[in-house]
């Protein structure tokens, strides 16, 4: 476990330092006043301000810190690409709307169109069936008269519905030539998607080939980093921290 303390740098490399603060190395940034290496060994902190193993242990983490800036030069990239398909799909989201509410007038006048067919059909079994009883040779003047009222009354019905049903016809085509001009955006929008997202993979490609590199980036600098503690330790240039003036 340990850190890079920079003097002229806000920012401190550091690995999995437990038990120390980024307020107790802020402190000791302070008292040490210069570029410094710091660790814990058996439990017990350790200050390293060695000129030359300093410069080793920054240069050790050098290639993580271009790593970082190209991820993140990349990530900004990743989200101006992200905030151009966020637009086209809020304007996809606006044509969805608009093809949902002529969708909602058309299953309205569908189910109207429904209801007026029910009828319909109840009329076209009722007429059938008086034409039944108008054919029987056993009628009263007074019943045929009767029947053929029924007939006609009926018959007046069903044009009544007739005409009902060419009007929500007409709009049913209408809806249909709305929704034919509400979905012709869609399809410059789904290309303007597919072209906004293109670059996408490509950089998502860029970002997992610099992820795998900063990991072994940071296992060879990790492993540098302990043996350069170990030398540390063996030349007596690591400083108990409570010496630190």
Known sequence: DFAIVSKDKDGITRSGIHGTSHRELS??????????VYFRHKGAPY????????????ALYKPMEDLGKQMGELGGKMGEVGGKMGEVGAKQGDVGAKQGE?????????R?????????????RDMEK?????????LKPAERESLE???????????????????LEAQMEGLEKEMEEASKPM???ERKMEEAGAPMKELEAQMK????????VSHTADAGMRALIDEALATGKAVPAEKVK
Not at 27 to 36: N, Q, R
């Open 47 to 58: 200050v390293v301000t060695d000129p030359a193993l300093v410069a080793r242990a920054q």
């Open 149 to 167: 009222k029924q007939m006609a009354a009926l018959e007046k019905s069903s044009d009544e519905l007739d005409k009902k049903m060419e009007a």
């Open 27 to 36: 402190d000791l940034k302070a008292k040490v006043g210069k570029d410094f």
């Open 112 to 124: 109207k169109l429904g209801e007026l067919g029910a009828q319909q059909g109840k009329l076209g």
């Open 102 to 110: 002529v969708g909602r007038k058309q299953g309205e006048i569908g």
């Open 130 to 138: 008086l034409d039944r009883q108008l054919d029987g040779d056993n």
């Open 187 to 189: 399809e410059d929008l």
């Open 209 to 216: 080939v610099l992820e795998r590199k900063m990991e072994d």
